[in-house]
């Protein structure tokens, strides 16, 4: 069974950068996609991010795009999440999620097998 453990979070400044790592255990990521969601107090949990097995293809959410880097070392069973030009609208619980998608349009609303227990960022002065 599939494991994924989030560290990374933290108290940032604002335009301040985090990154958000997400790591498996109980089973690989080979063939699964890695997705990045988040959920503010609140608020609805919004997709944030998402990268493929094969061609590594990304998607991400239109707040993030061009701050947000999504990544995977698929040897080290490793996802990440690099956060730059950190906003407080940015704040809240992160969490990770795997499963057999290609991501392409709307992958991110999804029903998502496997998650991790989230990891909370925090975007203030």
């Known amino acids: 069974q599939l494991q994924l453990v989030e560290s990374g979070g933290g108290l940032v400044q604002p335009g301040g950068s985090l990154r958000l790592s997400c790591a498996a255990s109980?089973?690989?990521?080979?063939?699964?996609?890695v997705a990045w969601f988040r959920q503010a107090p609140g608020k609805e949990r919004e997709g944030v991010s998402c990268?493929?097995?094969?061609?590594?293809?990304?998607v991400y959410a239109d707040s993030v795009k061009g701050r947000f880097t999504i990544s995977r070392d698929n040897a080290k069973r490793l996802g990440y999440l690099q956060m730059n030009s950190l906003k407080p609208e940015d704040t809240a619980v992160y969490y990770c999620?795997?499963?057999?998608?290609?991501?392409?349009?709307?992958?991110?609303?999804?029903?998502?097998?496997?998650w991790g227990q989230g990891t909370q960022v925090t975007v203030s002065s």
């Open positions: 109980g089973s690989s990521l080979d063939y699964r996609a």
């Open positions: 999620a795997a499963d057999n998608y290609y991501c392409s349009d709307y992958v991110l609303t999804r029903d998502w097998s496997y």
């Open positions: 990268i493929s097995y094969s061609d590594q293809s990304t």
